[in-house]
């Protein structure tokens, strides 16, 4: 198998995993309007699709910049697998609080425990690594845009996010964000 369809192997386990988990979520009570949903979801969508090869009239963008067939590839293969994990272990283990939007379920509380003991965001953790891992293995400056594009969503929609949960937990809430980093561990 090569390197490149070993990628797409793992993101297509990915999705499906996250299309089966969607399936069991606690009720919402409330979630963001669609207009905020779609400030950090346009980009992440344009990033993917960048970083996933969508087809660029920007000669600059088609630029390979990272050799493909280099030492490095199968160690990013290595590393997006690491973090597909990573984030599917945070999603198993947030259970039924989980949505793909900024929600408030019923029964939301805080969850400090496994890798939320690590980080506040740590599916976002393993999503960039797993997705930084993917861009240097595509090694094109497209895949490297995507990349950044889709972390800068992610960040957008971390903010929403410790926006909510602030406002709805208040001090136990800021405490967890004092306490703990937002995606690097250790920082």
Known sequence: MTPGRCLAALWLVWAALWALFALRTNATVSQQPRSERLKHGLPTAFGAYLLAGGRVHVALLKTVVISRGGALVW????????????????????GKLWSGIVTLKAEHKIVRTGPYALTRHPIYTGLLLALAATACARGTLAGLAGFAIIAAGFKLKIRQEETLLAAHFGDAYRAYQREVPALIPGL
Do not use: F, Q, S, Y
């Open 75 to 94: 160690p990013c293969v290595a590393l997006t697998a690491l973090g597909i994990a990573h984030a599917v272990w945070a999603r198993v283990h947030l």
